[in-house]
């Protein structure tokens, strides 16, 4: 990814933090957590060890204590609060179909295995100070054009609403073999959010492998979500203060 026309803020994240986002990413995919039965709690375990440092806030909520959830919060410059929802779980897999480790195997700019699209290549994105190492970034790539607007039936946020802009601006980021979506109901925990008042989108990065045989991401997909992720916070501050 060239990144010569990036903010500075961005372009120096993305050269410090690079590697360690693909190592991330392959340690989240290595932990075997298909559902059924869904046992997390070894991956949430890792994962409050890393992220350990003293400009996070942990804590731990659980109704199973096989699969706890993790809430991670780093302090804002404003009084809004934007939440980053994801699932360490996985769907099932048989490693007899794969070519691949289907607990993770890199080839060149692959990273193979269960979850490395659908969903743990986007939870190695929003883990560890991504966004506090590029918040203050500006936009200024080149995105794509967005073909799929289409909302599921139920509540919904209004096209132009902020949260719905700054979403789909975001996404101008991400490119290539990858897939963006996004409603506003969603799944389970999307519905609780929105009917409970909180403005909800969801949005997801992956390739058309989620799911199947061989699942993969690429290198460049997880620097272009890394950019995505560190950009929307921005914007959504600059569309609710007026700074259009």
Request: a negative charge; glycine letters at 10%.
């Amino acid at each position: 990814m060239d990144t010569s026309d990036l903010p500075t803020a961005v372009a120096e994240y993305l050269f410090t933090n690079r590697q360690e986002l693909y190592e991330i990413t392959e340690t989240l995919v290595g932990y075997e957590t298909q559902n059924p039965p869904g046992r997390t709690v070894d991956i949430v375990e890792w994962l409050e060890t890393t992220l350990k440092e003293p400009t996070l806030s942990l804590e731990r909520c659980e109704v199973d204590p096989e699969k706890p959830n993790l809430i991670v919060t780093l302090p804002g410059r404003s009084d809004h609060t934007l939440c980053f929802n994801g699932h360490l779980d996985t769907v099932p897999f048989d490693e007899s179909d794969w070519t691949y480790d289907p607990l993770g195997e890199r080839d060149g700019d692959r990273i193979y295995g269960r979850g490395a699209s659908d969903m743990k290549g986007a939870a190695g994105v929003d883990t560890r100070d991504a966004l506090g190492g590029i918040r203050n970034c500006l936009t200024g790539m080149d995105g794509i054009e967005i073909t799929d607007l289409s909302w599921t039936r139920g509540s919904y946020e209004p096209m132009g609403s902020p949260i719905v802009e700054a979403s789909a601006r975001s996404a101008e980021h991400v490119v290539n073999d990858q897939v963006y979506r996004r409603s506003a109901t969603g799944g389970g925990d999307a519905k609780v959010l929105r009917y409970n008042g909180i403005p909800t989108v969801e949005f997801g990065f992956g390739t058309q492998t989620a799911h199947g045989t061989d699942e993969y991401t690429t290198t460049e997909a997880l620097v272009r979500n890394a950019v995505s992720y560190g950009t929307l916070p921005v914007l959504y501050e600059q569309l609710t203060s007026g700074d259009r």
